[in-house]
């Protein structure tokens, strides 16, 4: 497989996440999390530290690119953007 990127900006705004969360290339996004989540178990002792790792960073991104109200699970909702990752 072979990935090409450029640079883009995509807001003015440094603080502007709606606007990562339109361009967001999900295919390429899941492909790389899982490349690097494959390499982490290959290296790594332990495969609980993978797993914590790979909750860890699934919890950031759904912090920052999903919308939830605290303590309400129902609330939780994934963009259109993001649905091959798992909720």
């Known amino acids: ?7 883009y ?11 990562i969360k ?17 390499r982490k178990l290959e290296s790594e002792p ?3 530290d993978v797993v ?3 909750d860890k960073q699934l919890i950031k991104m ?6 939830y109200a605290k303590n309400v699970p129902s609330s939780f909702k994934i963009t259109e953007n993001l ?3 798992p909720t």
Request: hydrophobic residues 50%; proline residues 0%.
């Open 1 to 7: 497989m072979r990935v090409t990127t450029f640079k």
């Open 9 to 19: 900006i995509f807001s003015a705004h440094s603080e502007a996440i709606s606007d």
């Open 22 to 38: 339109d361009g967001i290339d999900q295919d390429a996004a899941f492909i790389m999390f899982a490349r690097v989540a494959v």
């Open 46 to 48: 332990s495969h609980n």
């Open 52 to 54: 914590r790792w790979v």
């Open 62 to 67: 759904c912090s920052k690119l999903c919308t």
């Open 83 to 85: 649905e091959l990752f």
